[in-house]
């Protein structure tokens, strides 16, 4: 299996910054393989590489320059081209997500593919799409649908990064403790419980086993680590020792 990073192609952009910035982007996300078409200030450009900072330059190092569209592309067997505004053209029309996880079933067979960005004043003009194989449209404010290029790179490459990436959506950052076992839970239950029943708080009498499951459901519904459980504890031992002083 292959693991053939797409080529990130930057169509006549303008601005030598931007080239930087959307070098950054790249990296950011573990990618490396940019190509350009005729940029307007020449190549190199020492606006990119002051704007790429550092670690990102490697990728404007490797970045292959090219005359025409046609000889950027010339390996690639799938492309796609970045654009906001509706075209005459009948292609398919994909969200970044859609189109890294298509782009990623490229690499997976051994195909190269490219996702070409439009100069910063206007975007890809129609020849250019005309050679792209699908479009990747952002669902941006319609009212507002232009993205710099640097973010439009940014989108795409995390999208790719995000497909092969085995990142759990949501994770519980436990600060250096550990989640409480079960047995602490219970612990605390009972601590709480003994100390509420001597205030009184489970009353009347009929409702108290309502009370007590509910304030066990509390608990076991919290995600407490050690160290929470031990703050609830001292929290429930000092409200006991100033009540009996």
């Not at 020449?42 to 025409?68: E, I, K, Q, T, Y």
């Not at 550990?178 to 001597?198: F, T, V």
Request: proline share 7%; with cysteine; charged share 25%.
């Amino acid at each position: 299996m292959s693991d053939l990073q797409p080529a990130f192609i930057l169509v006549r952009p303008q601005m030598g910054e931007n080239i930087g910035a959307a070098a950054r982007a790249m990296l950011n996300f573990g990618l490396s393989h940019m190509r350009m078409v005729d940029p307007r200030d020449g190549w190199p450009n020492p606006r990119a590489v002051a704007m790429a900072s550092g670690a990102a330059g490697r990728v404007l190092d490797g970045a292959g320059v090219f005359a025409s569209l046609p000889e950027a592309i010339h390996d690639c067997a799938y492309v796609f081209a970045t654009t906001a505004r509706s075209r005459d053209l009948t292609k398919p029309v994909m969200t970044p997500e859609r189109a890294m996880e298509h782009a990623r079933a490229l690499s997976a067979a051994g195909q190269k593919a490219a996702v070409l960005f439009g100069p910063e004043r206007a975007g890809l003009e129609n020849e250019d799409v005309s050679r792209a194989n699908a479009i990747i449209s952002v669902p941006v404010n319609p009212d507002f649908p232009s993205l710099n290029l640097a973010q439009a790179v940014l989108l795409c490459a995390y999208e790719w990064r995000r497909q092969g990436a085995a990142v759990p959506p949501e994770v519980l950052a436990l600060a250096g403790t550990e989640l409480a076992p079960a047995i602490e839970i219970e612990k605390l239950g009972d601590h709480y419980e003994e100390r509420l029943e001597e205030v009184g708080f489970f009353f009347p009498e009929t409702k108290a086993e309502g009370m007590k499951l509910n304030l066990r459901n509390l608990w076991s519904r919290m995600p407490l680590t050690r160290a929470d459980v031990q703050t609830l504890h001292g929290m429930l031992r000092q409200i006991t020792r100033r009540r009996d002083r």
